[in-house]
């Protein structure tokens, strides 16, 4: 079974400019999470998707991030513009249903450092 | 706002040794409690998941206890190696969503 695949693995941009990340969750999964890792601590959740659909964005900055899940599958995360405190790991996770104590399975995540 | 306060932040045990982590939550309304291992430049990974009516649950060297009167959780790591050197993170998670992690705590186990 394929895991998350998540791209690119490192990305660097002056602070300012605009960024996607994307992920490709495991197939069949219909609940996708993006986090934003920050050095030395614990995953944030930043938005939930069911299908297609938002069940959670309350920790997302919409004044900056912005993410899709098009047909329920893929999904990208975007950052216009972006700040130097965003630098972190962007981690994608996938699981089969709900979330309702089920594993998330995550990603290898993309490492974004802005200068 | 920190919902899982984990601790210690960092840890460092002998080959053989037992390694403890210990988690504590704020919200009653938690009812999934996963333990995950993530080793660098790669993402968490599930270790071992508790629910709270259980009050401890063992697979292989890695023991979650659970005390719900406290509010409190940990991770027992039994006769350590240096294979399980990595970051370790509890969460918790309530209804189909919101899976709060702690902050982390880095282990090393030295040969």
């Known amino acids: 079974e394929a895991g998350v695949a998540q791209s690119p693995r490192y990305k660097i941009i002056e602070k300012r400019q605009s960024v996607a990340f994307w992920c490709n969750p495991i197939s069949g999964h219909a609940t996708l999470y993006w986090y934003q890792q920050i050095l030395g601590q614990g995953p944030k959740l930043l938005i939930q998707f069911q299908n297609n659909g938002v069940v959670d964005d309350s920790q997302l900055p919409k004044d900056r991030f912005s993410a899709e899940r098009l047909k329920g599958v893929d999904s990208t995360l975007k950052i216009q513009p972006a700040k130097l405190e965003d630098s972190a790991v962007y981690l994608c996770?996938?699981?089969?249903?709900?979330?309702?104590?089920?594993?998330?399975?995550f990603g290898q995540g993309t490492r974004l450092t802005v200068v | 706002q920190q919902q899982v306060k984990q601790s210690p932040q960092s840890l460092i045990v002998q080959k053989g040794g037992i390694s403890i982590i210990n988690c504590a939550y704020e919200n009653t309304a938690f009812d999934y409690f996963p333990w995950y291992q993530q080793f660098p430049g790669k993402g968490p990974a599930l270790l071992i998941a508790i629910r709270p009516d259980v009050s401890e649950k063992k697979e292989g060297r890695f023991t979650i206890s659970f005390n719900k009167s406290a509010k409190q959780f940990s991770l027992h790591i039994m006769d350590s190696q240096p294979g399980d050197s990595a970051t370790y993170f509890c969460?918790?998670?309530?209804?189909?969503?919101?899976?709060?992690f702690g902050a982390g705590t880095r282990l090393t186990v030295k040969p």
């Open positions: 969460a918790a998670l309530k209804g189909n969503n919101d899976m709060r």
């Open positions: 996770a996938s699981s089969p249903r709900g979330g309702m104590n089920t594993e998330a399975f």
